[in-house]
């Protein structure tokens, strides 16, 4: 996928004009890009313009127009673009109850570490590849990065709807697996063919 630049995005001016139409696009598009994995994880699978409407949203929030900002920005949201043959997705562990956040969150230390998490299809698994720095021994992040790598054979698993794809989360007592729907599916193909370069 091409890289985001300054070029492709709009001013704080504009941008605030165009936020409502631009926003109601991405809602749908996340629509057909998030899953969850059981009561308390949630994958969104990011592409260029996921990214991009997050890149105009912290310029937003934090009223960034300055160009070296601009361009900080921008550094962190293309390192999250999928490479070829990559899926990449941002983790949430979503915890409501705010007298249990540190409880139900520490259940999760450990899970960006060895094969926790899986793109299972065609009987192969491509597990998920963390970014570093969201976790340590005693303490980890609600929200993380990961990248999938799914093989040939997989991809074409993907592409043929009558052959089952799941994700699946296996960490400690949180076992879960959902089926991909095919909205998300099509969506993961144009990822792989880094179709999505607009």
């Known amino acids: 996928m091409k890289v985001i630049t300054a070029n492709d995005l709009c001013s704080y001016e504009e941008y605030e004009r165009q936020r409502e139409s631009f926003r109601a696009k991405i809602i749908a598009l996340k629509q ?31 009223r960034i127009v300055d160009p070296v900002k601009v ?4 550094d962190v949201y293309n390192a999250l673009l999928p490479l070829p043959n990559e899926l990449s997705a941002t983790l949430l ?10 409880e139900k969150l520490d259940q999760f230390i450990g899970l960006d570490h060895g094969e926790k998490v899986a793109v299972a299809a065609d ?8 970014e570093g720095g969201h976790s340590h021994e005693t303490k980890i992040s ?9 093989t040939a054979s997989m991809k074409r698993a993907i592409a043929d709807l009558t052959r089952p794809v799941t ?10 697996e959902v089926p991909v729907p095919g909205s998300m599916r099509e969506e993961w193909l144009a990822d792989l063919n880094g179709s999505h370069n607009t």
Request: proline share 3%; glycine share 6%; net charge negative.
């Open 93 to 102: 562990i979503e915890i409501t109850d705010e007298a249990m956040m540190k």
């Open 71 to 74: 361009q900080d920005e921008l």
């Open 123 to 130: 009987g192969e698994e491509a597990f998920g590849e963390f």
């Open 32 to 62: 057909r890009r998030r899953i969850s994995v059981g009561p308390f994880i949630t994958m969104v699978f990011e592409n260029r313009e996921t990214l991009r409407f997050q890149i105009q949203e912290m310029i937003r929030a934090e």
């Open 167 to 176: 994700i699946r989360v296996n960490h400690g007592g949180y076992r879960q």
């Open 142 to 150: 609600a929200v993380h990065f990961v990248r999938f790598r799914p």
